[in-house]
Nanobody, 127 residues
Framework: QLQLVESGGDLVQPGGSLRLSCEAS????????IGWFRQAPGKEREGVAC????????YYRDSVKGRFTISRDNAKNTVYLQMNSLKPEDTAVYYC????????????????????WGQGTQVTVSS
């Protein structure tokens, strides 16, 4: 079964940190680029960070550069999103998604819509 399962969302204070996990089916993990997307209430879904299955290169949206880090753990078929210096504007439902045959920039910019999506995990940044 091809699937993505997110975990790690929580309520955190501004300036705090959180790590999200995305466990992927082995086939997806080995052949698909994987990324993190988010959707805040009343806003469109946007790409946050994406990572290549081929060479582990990564791409970030400007607003999270220097604060968020995406990484892959091959032994666990898991992609992580380490989020530091969190801001209230980072509050959203975060989704893990996978896309075949697209650059990670095109995937993150949603020029090409991902093929598979997880169910989402809520991140709330508030004091």
């Amino acid at each position: 079964q091809l699937q993505l399962v997110e975990s790690g969302g929580d309520l955190v204070q501004p300036g705090g940190s959180l790590r999200l996990s995305c466990e992927a089916s082995e086939f997806i993990f080995n052949y698909y680029n994987i990324g993190w997307f988010r959707q805040a209430p009343g806003k469109e879904r946007e790409g946050v960070a994406c990572i290549s299955e081929r060479d582990n290169s990564s791409y970030y949206r400007d607003s999270v550069k220097g604060r968020f880090t995406i990484s892959r753990d091959n032994a666990k078929n898991t992609v992580y999103l380490q989020m530091n210096s969190l801001k209230p504007e980072d509050t959203a439902v975060y989704y893990c998604a996978a896309r075949l045959r697209a650059s990670i920039q095109a995937m993150c910019d949603m020029t090409f819509v991902p093929d598979y999506w997880g169910q989402g995990t809520q991140v709330t940044v508030s004091s």
